[in-house]
């Protein structure tokens, strides 16, 4: 019982988060507890939980003799990776995908010249390994197999940098790498330039040169930004 409650909840929230994240429901709708009951036919214990998964995400707010009202955009909690997924997943792709670039472009060069200082040998060899699986996976369509090793690559850049702010951010980034694969904003096999620049990466970070290292992490988001002028103008 408890399992189909819980699935009833992910419904109710997979439904609302989109539609809200979309536009569907402006800032300012009131989301009436009893007409979701009946529209989505589930109990109010239900709808409450979905209400309060949405609360802590900042979407919506419940006020006493108002109801659930939806939040404007900038009280959104944009860093969290349910609400960039839902994001990215709708017509204001493009505009997210660029604001979520210039977000790594600020913080990933800074965290690699960190971590050139910083990085473990464990960390410099975790960093090679994926630098290499991704030149494994980079020709013949792979771009599954690729995004596995490109998400735990920017993982460790970030956790190696030694600063928490960082490292808390790479959810952030997995949601980034993860929707232009699976949108479709990616070439079907990653630009060679760039791969060969993740490999240069983990070199400058092993040789602790982390002006290299900053340098060359800029190249990969000035990259990635203009694939984004190609693919999701």
Do not use: K
Not at 21 to 40: H, I, K, N
């Amino acid at each position: 019982m408890e399992n189909q409650g819980q699935g009833l909840h992910a419904r109710v929230l997979q439904s609302l988060g989109p539609a809200i994240t979309a536009g569907e429901y402006p800032p300012g709708s009131v989301l009436r507890t009893d007409e979701l009951e009946q529209r989505f036919d589930v109990s109010r214990t239900v709808i409450r939980e979905a209400i309060r998964v949405l609360e802590s995400m900042r979407l919506v707010a419940s006020r006493r003799r108002v109801g659930v009202t939806v939040l404007p955009t900038e009280e959104w909690n944009v860093y969290d990776p349910q609400v960039i997924r839902w994001r990215l997943a709708g017509a204001d792709r493009p505009r997210q995908l660029r604001s979520l670039t210039v977000l790594r472009s600020a913080v990933e060069p800074v965290a690699a010249g960190l971590a050139a200082h910083l990085a473990t040998p464990a960390q410099c060899a975790e960093l090679t390994d994926h630098a290499l699986g991704m030149v494994a996976t980079s020709r013949g369509q792979q771009l599954d197999a690729y995004l596995v090793h490109d998400i735990a690559f920017h993982r460790v850049i970030l956790r190696a940098s030694g600063n928490e702010m960082f490292a808390r951010l790479g959810d952030v980034v997995a949601e980034v790498l993860t929707g232009r694969t699976h949108h479709q904003v990616m070439f079907a096999d990653p630009d060679p330039a760039a791969v060969t620049l993740h490999v240069r990466v983990a070199e400058a970070v092993r040789e602790r040169d982390a002006a290299r290292a900053e340098a060359l992490t800029r190249e990969i988001a000035a990259g990635a930004m203009a694939e984004l002028d190609v693919l999701a103008p």
